[in-house]
């Protein structure tokens, strides 16, 4: 396009680097975003071989177990492009499809269940109003996901399929059994505190009552003595 675009091969090659620096910017950041959400789930026991990914390593200071997994994943999904560039547009195109349907499947819940599982925070809608917006973007997600599967041109062939339907379908029947299988062996979920407030936001994961309100304190800055 910027070939097209500039009709010279300096200029595209220009354009170009913009786009590898931003890339060689952003990846560093990426990977530990990712890396401590895996670390995040371990912790809480949500994911397969907990106890080793929970692990922050004293060395390096770091999930380094919790990363390590992410940059091995992370390669694969490469070989799976040089392998088979079809198969790769496929995971790229889910993304949209996938980051909305982890929305919905917080947005849908809450919806339902008329916002009792969640105490209100200072940014808390009213009745009325929460309802029409968590309607409104329940029923986008669900009808514009059913769009993005569509096949991208007719007749329908193998090079031609949209293969995002069949990840997002796979991704959701094996995260559904690995729910079922973890709540039948005891899963709880994460024990969070929370006290919410106009100037503070205070979270304790797995306190007790004396030292929530010790960190509530060492947050507003009082005086522990």
């Not at 088979?84 to 947005?107: D, H, Q, R």
């Not at 096949?151 to 069949?166: D, E, H, K, L, R």
Request: a positive charge.
């Amino acid at each position: 396009m910027y070939q097209q675009a500039t009709r010279s091969t300096a200029a595209t090659t220009a354009l170009l680097i913009l786009f590898l620096i931003n890339m060689l910017v952003c990846i560093p950041g990426a990977h530990c975003v990712a890396g401590r959400t895996l670390w995040t789930l371990a912790r809480d026991d949500a994911t397969p071989a907990s106890g080793w990914l929970r692990h922050v390593s004293s060395k390096w200071r770091n999930p380094f177990h919790a990363q390590l997994v992410t940059i091995v994943c992370v390669i694969l999904l490469g070989c799976i492009y040089i392998g088979s560039a079809t198969a790769f547009n496929a995971f790229v195109g889910s993304f949209a499809i996938l980051t909305t349907m982890s929305y919905l499947s917080a947005i849908l819940p809450h919806l339902l269940t008329g916002r009792k599982h969640v105490r209100p925070g200072p940014f808390w809608m009213g009745p009325i109003i929460s309802r029409i917006v968590m309607s409104i973007a329940s029923a986008y997600i669900i009808v514009f996901n059913v769009i993005y599967m569509f096949p991208f041109s007719m007749p329908v062939n193998g090079a031609t399929f949209n293969y995002s339907s069949v990840l997002a379908g796979g991704l959701t029947i094996l995260l559904t059994g690995w729910y079922f299988w973890k709540i039948s062996h005891g899963y709880v979920g994460p024990i969070v505190v929370q006290e919410a407030s106009d100037d503070v936001l205070v979270g304790a994961v797995g306190l007790t009552k004396v030292e929530q309100e010790d960190v509530r304190r060492q947050v507003l800055g009082e005086d522990l003595r």
